[in-house]
């Protein structure tokens, strides 16, 4: 079928499936009929959907760690600790590199490997290796609902094992994963494997099992202006919801600017029902979650203990539904669950003597707020003319025009023309916008801005600008700038 957005044809979507599962053994396992039998025999406090929904109803931010080890018996025991001892009301399952990629081979012996060493060789939870079946296990093992971080632009096989393992959530998008975690993979494959993933959940609902599914956010490693990370957001979204996706959640990274982060989280949710309006969906739900700092981490465990707790205090600020947390071991690699638990305690304490203080209302907030959907109209817009109304034509041919565009990132068929820079407030703003379509009066307010930084470091307007903001936070305090 050429690339459009319409639902899967059901008896094509059927076909897709017995190919899709026959492709490792572990496959052979999935059934629908007796998975959705399984999810509705979960609690509701076990059930990602009700959870977030309850969150939502009762203005509540809730707290989320990523989390994955090689072995059954190690990821066991790191789900009850993030469970148990960090208190988290999301309970994550990170997959490891190789099963990213799918290269299943390749995780078996990272499998063997770390029960021979007795510790983790895989920077992950190879959850296709082991199945639907340890899935369950795990899933019998907390008391909070779970959720697959896949981490890939080739998800299908583990959103397969994972949702029929009793994973309630699945995090993973078309376009913002193939965007920051790959180089080859076009965008257009991006889209038909999550369309696949979406149209999966849309399944479940069918069999009367309401699923919840994410779009990751951006995870270039570097700053995003608010409105690029709303931008596919936004598309991440209509895709899913031509599918019939009717629980999708949202993910922005942090600026760490207080104003700008709040308001960047009440655009998106604003922006998402706009346009899903604009399509004719009143009936998506569409929670947004705050993702600590997604940038180079300070190697100093004090420093990074700062990240953590603001991190905290901007998602509830902000009126987040849930923040996905980081730990004071982000600068060295995958942290025990220890520090783990530690990261999300700090956040819920900090979550807590942040409560109900929100900046609606004040001037500045207001301003980014407009400043930010600006940007974002005039982009999706365009992006939606040039498929002629068709969401996934549209994106495609609007990342080759560079009319979308993502700062650095990995992929070939992004331009990565656009380039964004910290101004002298600590906001993120867009030095040069390449081909994408922002007002000219908008680029003047982020020129006029960015040239006050210049002016204050007295260093050139230029790219520099853009290059140093990717590393300034993971400095050592001595060589921050006097606060
Ligand atoms: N365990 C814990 N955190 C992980 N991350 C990635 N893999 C793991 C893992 N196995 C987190 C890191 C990384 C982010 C994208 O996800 O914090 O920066």
Same mark, same amino acid.
């Given at each position: ?7 899967? %044809? ?112 895989? &920077?992950?939870?190879?959850?296709? &290796?082991?199945?639907? #079946? ?63 993933? #979406? ?210 990132? %990995? ?8 380039? %964004? ?40 307007? #230029? ?12 400095? %050592? ?7």
């Amino acid at each position: 079928l050429p690339l459009s957005d319409a639902a899967i %044809p059901g008896d094509l979507f059927a076909r897709m499936r017995r190919d899709n599962l026959a492709r490792w053994p572990t496959g052979a396992r999935v059934d629908v009929e007796e998975a959705a039998a399984f999810h509705k025999t979960l609690p509701a406090h076990k059930r990602l959907p009700a959870v977030l929904r309850r969150a939502v109803a009762e203005g509540r931010c809730l707290t989320q760690p990523r989390g994955g080890f090689a072995t059954l018996a190690m990821q066991t025991e790191l789900m009850r600790t993030l469970d148990r001892d960090g208190m988290a009301d999301i309970v994550p399952t990170t997959t490891d590199s190789y099963t990213r990629n799918e290269q299943f081979v390749q995780a078996q012996r990272g499998v063997e490997e770390s029960e021979r060493l007795g510790r983790s060789m895989l &920077n992950g939870f190879p959850l296709v &290796n082991y199945g639907v #079946d340890a899935c369950r296990a795990l899933i019998a093992g907390i008391e909070k609902p779970a959720i697959v971080l896949s981490g890939t632009a080739m998800p299908k096989l583990t959103a397969e094992i994972g949702y029929a393992g009793g994973y309630t959530g699945y995090l993973g998008s078309g376009i913002a994963y193939t965007v920051s975690y790959t180089k080859e993979t076009t965008i257009e494959e991006g889209i038909r494997n999550y369309q696949y993933v #979406d149209r999966l959940a849309a399944l479940y609902q069918e069999h009367g099992v309401e699923l919840h599914r994410r779009q990751p956010g951006f995870l270039t490693g570097t700053i995003i202006p608010p409105s690029i990370a709303i931008m596919t957001c936004v598309l991440d979204l209509l895709l899913a919801a031509r599918q019939g996706v009717r629980h999708y959640g949202l993910e922005l990274g942090q600026c760490l600017h207080l104003v700008q982060d709040a308001a960047a989280i009440r655009a998106c949710r604003e922006l998402c029902q706009e346009y899903l309006a604009r399509f004719g969906y009143t009936d998506v739900f569409t929670p947004v979650t705050s993702l600590h700092w997604m940038g180079a981490w300070p190697a100093d465990e004090a420093q990074a203990a700062a990240l953590i707790g603001y991190g905290g205090t901007l998602a509830a600020v902000g009126g987040a539904s849930s923040v996905t947390t980081k730990s004071t071991h982000e600068a060295i690699g995958i942290p025990t669950p220890q520090a783990n638990a530690e990261g999300l305690r700090t956040t819920r304490m900090a979550i807590h003597v942040s409560y109900g203080v929100r900046l609606d209302g004040l001037p500045a907030h207001e301003f980014e707020v407009d400043l930010i959907k600006r940007e974002v109209r005039a982009v999706v817009d365009r992006v939606l003319e040039m498929g002629d109304g068709d969401v996934a034509v549209g994106t495609v041919r609007a990342f080759a025009a560079g009319v979308m565009d993502i700062p650095w990132s %990995p992929n070939r068929q992004v331009k990565s023309r656009v380039l %964004p820079a910290r101004d002298a407030d600590g906001c993120i703003r867009i030095l040069d916008a390449g081909d994408m379509p922002i007002p000219r009066d908008v680029m003047e307010i982020h020129e006029e801005k960015l040239r006050r930084r210049a002016e204050r470091e007295r260093v050139p307007f #230029d790219h520099q600008l853009a290059v140093g903001s990717v590393y300034e936070l993971s400095e %050592p305090l001595s060589r921050l700038m006097p606060a």
